[in-house]
C-alpha cells in the first residue's frame, strides 16, 4: 500500500506482536481511529484492555483518511430518509455533531498536537443533473434547524460552519500514548483468524 501524507508526515509507535497467551477484560481488535477511541474511552474505568492490530498502528483506513471532522456525508441522510425515516436521519447528524465536540474537546484537553483547524465544510456540484441530489440534502439539513451555508462559486452547494480538519495520525498516535499511560496495551502484527465465544464471555 502506497504510503500517504499523513504517513509521511508522524513517526508512528511501534509495539511488539503477541507471542504467547493473553489475558485481558477486553479485547479490541483493529488499532485504527475507531478502535483506539475506544481504548480511549476505556482506559480510565479499571478493566484491563488489550487492542490488537494486524498491521501497524493506523495503518490502513485511518491512515489514508481525508482528515475531515465533519457531520456532512455525501448522501447518508437521504439514504437513511429513504429507508429509514428522517428521525434516524436527525439522530445520525446529532451524533456525528457531537462526535466532533468530543474530538475537539479531546484535543483540548489533553493537548494533542495534531493540526487541528475549525473551518467550512462543503458539498458541492457544478454539473447540473446532481443539484437536485444537493437541494435535497439542503432540505433535510434544514428540517433539522442546522445553521447551513452556501458556496456561491458553484452551481449548487450546501455547507455546515464549525467543522475541522486535522493530522489524524498525529492525533491516533497522541492518543494511543494516553491509552499506554493508562495501562492499555497494543499489539502489532497480530491478525486476530478466530473469536471462540464460551460461557464466561468471548476469548
Request: hydrophobic share 35%; with cysteine.
Amino acid at each position: 500500500m502506497n504510503q500517504s501524507y499523513w504517513q509521511k508526515t508522524s513517526y508512528p509507535i511501534k509495539c511488539a506482536s503477541v507471542e504467547n497467551d493473553k489475558e485481558a477484560d477486553i479485547v479490541i481488535i483493529g488499532a485504527g481511529l475507531a478502535g483506539v477511541s475506544l481504548a480511549y474511552q476505556l482506559k480510565d474505568l479499571g478493566y484491563h484492555v488489550i487492542v490488537v492490530e494486524k498491521d501497524q498502528i493506523g495503518y490502513h483506513t485511518s491512515g489514508h483518511t481525508t482528515a475531515k471532522v465533519t457531520a456532512l456525508h455525501g448522501k447518508i441522510y437521504q439514504l437513511l430518509n429513504k429507508y429509514y425515516n428522517i428521525h434516524y436521519a436527525h439522530l445520525y447528524f446529532r451524533s456525528q455533531q457531537e462526535a466532533l465536540q468530543a474530538i475537539k474537546r479531546i484535543v483540548e484537553n489533553e493537548g494533542i498536537d495534531c493540526d487541528w483547524q475549525e473551518n467550512d465544510a462543503y458539498l458541492y456540484t457544478d454539473d447540473p443533473q446532481y443539484v437536485s441530489i444537493i437541494q435535497e440534502i439542503e432540505n433535510i439539513l434544514k428540517s433539522f434547524h442546522a445553521d447551513t451555508i452556501k458556496d456561491s462559486h458553484h452551481l449548487a452547494s450546501i455547507g455546515l460552519k464549525q467543522q475541522a480538519i486535522f493530522h489524524p495520525l498525529k492525533y491516533l498516535y497522541g492518543l494511543v500514548k494516553l491509552c499506554q499511560q493508562s495501562g492499555v496495551v497494543f499489539y502489532e502484527n497480530s491478525q486476530v483468524t478466530k473469536v471462540k465465544k464460551e460461557k464466561m464471555g468471548l476469548y
